[in-house]
């Protein structure tokens, strides 16, 4: 495959490994994982509806059920990413942009930190609506109001230093890695 | 004539003048001869151009030198373990331009082959460009409410991972 898009100079993707990630790394893997969750979902509950269906001949549509739906919906979302964050640290869209959660010290978390970082989450989302998020930008460990929640932080944790190897390794590598593009 | 040898006292006494003449005139001697002086006028190249090298080389028996030294005894006095924690071998590798090792050897390819599929390099970049658009946001963010300067000074990550950034007075 052929890369059109240079990558970033080195000295600023290369020993990265363990600094603090950036806003937009976040929040797109959050959304990534918004998108993940919100397709799994929708997925197991027409699974569900089939299965009912067939074993009890009934027609029956959870999304006509309010509260039930809103009920499975919320536990689903909180065991989403609750369950990953204590399993490996991060969700499907922070292990596509190479991020992960650690504890405030760097550590990994434990699984009542998982939790309460769901929580967190979903007070920085609908109580503060988004604002909690502007730490990642202004606070100084880049930890938005979920993070300050469970005492974590989150990290770059790609090996950038293999990416840029298979980058130069590449056919066409050495032709379009003059320097990147610089952010200035 | 009977063979009875007869002392001569005269010349017993002439050998010890002589004697103690040459005690006192040879250091007298020594101490006046300028050796610098002579080696100045001593042409070194010109004698080392009158040796054969090459005719004493050949009358040494190398093999049979070789053959005299005991190479695993020479070994077995060699602390390895000491040599091998006296190499920095941090140092070397910090030396080593990987970037350019990968690009002009097969290396990079061994490399690419092995590791690289279509998914990983679209990561890479994806990963890549996150990165920049990161620091992008991250720098204008707070240069916007001047604090572009103090947040050089702020950890670049948590403790157990980053080690903290030396402060300047």
Redesign the interface.
């Known amino acids: 495959m052929t890369t059109t898009v240079p990558m970033p100079a080195p000295e600023m993707t290369v020993g990265r490994q363990g600094h603090y990630a950036g806003a937009v790394s976040r929040l797109v893997a959050f959304a990534v994982d918004v998108g993940a969750s919100w397709g799994l979902y929708t997925l197991g509950v027409e699974l569900l509806n089939v299965a009912i269906r067939l074993f009890s001949g009934h027609n029956f549509t959870l999304t006509n059920h309010q509260l039930a739906g809103f009920i499975t919906l919320t536990l689903w979302l909180f065991f989403y990413f609750t369950y990953q964050w204590s399993v490996s640290g991060k969700t499907l869209g922070m292990a596509i942009f190479g991020i992960q959660v650690v504890t405030k010290q760097g550590a990994s978390i434990r699984t009542t930190q998982a939790a309460r970082r769901t929580i967190g989450l979903a007070i920085t989302l609908f109580l503060t609506l988004g604002i909690g998020f502007i730490g990642i930008v202004y606070q100084k460990e880049r930890r938005a109001l979920d993070d300050l929640i469970a005492g974590t932080a989150v990290v770059y944790d790609w090996d950038a230093r293999a990416a840029r190897l298979r980058w130069i390794a590449r056919k066409d590598g050495p032709a379009t890695h003059s320097g990147g593009s610089q952010p200035s | 004539m009977s063979g009875r040898r007869v002392s001569n006292p005269i010349g017993t006494r002439v050998e010890q003048l002589a004697q103690s003449l040459a005690e006192r005139i040879v250091p007298l001697i020594v101490d006046s001869i300028d050796i610098d002086a002579i080696l100045d006028k001593v042409d070194i190249n010109k004698i080392v151009e009158r040796v054969d090298i090459e005719a004493v080389v050949e009358r040494v028996d190398i093999d049979k030198i070789v053959g005299d030294i005991d190479i695993e005894k020479i070994v077995e006095r060699i602390d390895i373990q000491k040599i091998i924690e006296r190499v920095d071998i941090n140092a070397i590798v910090d030396e080593i331009d990987?970037?350019a090792l990968?690009?002009h050897t097969e290396?990079?390819?061994?490399?690419?082959r092995s590791?690289?599929g279509?998914v990983?390099?679209?990561?890479?970049?994806?990963?890549?460009?996150?990165?920049?658009?990161?620091?992008?946001?991250?720098?204008w963010?707070?240069r916007l409410?001047g604090r572009g300067r103090r947040i050089r000074r702020?950890?670049?990550?948590?403790?157990?991972?980053?080690a903290p950034k030396a402060t300047t007075p």
């Open positions: 990987i970037d990968v690009e290396l990079g390819s061994i490399i690419a590791t690289t279509v990983t390099e679209i990561l890479d970049v994806i990963r890549a460009q996150g990165v920049g658009l990161d620091d992008f946001i991250w720098r963010g707070n409410i702020w950890p670049e990550g948590p403790p157990l991972l980053v």
